[in-house]
């Protein structure tokens, strides 16, 4: 199985503030990666897929890039709604299909 | 609009089995696969399986063999998944997904709002 190893696994940040979240995969995945949001009530959405592709009704401040192994997740500027876990997932090839640890952003 | 509506929360003593529901709304259920997606307590996701509505057609994630079965009511669009010989290690939070399939695409456009189930004698 593929491995997704996210960093980090909790963020403080302010409001404004431009984070990033990374997401390494333990081989290639050729752009095979989504990312998700769950808010702390549980309600989870995709933000992001094939890398880079914003999800209809995401803001524009939210992108994605990446390839090969790396990827990352940007936020340009938080806002308040934003502060929730995150996740990126894979779907290289064959299943199964794997999430990533996690990335808790907190507001500091 | 789609949405997915699962069953309620389930306490159920280890060794029972557990059957959840997801009840898809706003799209033609047949086109598209749903998938299961496990979340222990403070922890991440994990894709349990997948089934097409229109012929039944299952992926699984080979830990979840033998331990999930997915099958669908076409009739009443909703798709069902249930857990057998059940440990704590069952206990978590289980969502349904549509999952949206295109060409190089693959990803879980749509989430119920999970299920909690708890194996507690």
């Known amino acids: 199985d593929i491995q997704m190893t996210q960093t980090p696994s909790s963020m403080p940040a302010s409001l404004g503030e431009r984070v990033t979240i990374s997401c390494r995969a333990s081989?290639?995945?050729?752009?095979?990666l989504n990312w998700y949001q769950q808010k702390p009530d549980g309600t989870i959405k995709p933000l992001i897929y094939?890398?880079?592709n914003l999800q209809s009704g995401v803001p524009s401040r939210f992108s994605g890039s990446g390839s090969g192994t790396d990827y990352s997740l940007t936020i340009s500027s938080l806002e308040p709604e934003d502060f929730a876990m995150y996740y990126c997932?894979?779907?290289?090839?064959?299943?199964?299909?794997?999430f990533g640890g996690g990335t808790k952003l907190e507001l500091k | 609009q789609v949405k997915l509506l699962q069953s309620g929360a389930a306490l159920v003593k280890p060794g029972a089995s557990v059957k959840m529901s997801c009840k898809a709304s706003?799209?033609?259920?047949?086109?598209?696969?749903v998938s299961w997606v496990k979340q222990s307590h403070g922890k991440s996701l994990e894709w349990i399986g997948e089934?097409?509505?229109?012929?039944?057609?299952?992926n699984f994630n080979e830990k979840f063999k033998g331990k999930a079965t997915l099958t669908v009511d076409k009739s009443t669009s909703t798709a069902y998944m249930e857990l057998s010989r059940l440990t704590s290690e069952d206990s978590a939070i289980y969502y349904c997904?549509?999952?949206?399939?295109?060409?190089?695409?693959?990803?879980?456009?749509?989430w119920g709002q999970g299920v909690m189930v708890t194996v507690s004698s």
């Open positions: 997932q894979q779907y290289d090839s064959s299943p199964p299909w794997t």
């Open positions: 089934i097409y509505p229109n012929s039944g057609a299952t």
């Open positions: 706003g799209y033609t259920f047949t086109d598209y696969w």
């Open positions: 997904t549509r999952v949206y399939y295109g060409l190089l695409l693959y990803y879980f456009d749509y």
């Open positions: 094939y890398t880079s």
């Open positions: 081989q290639g995945i050729s752009n095979y």
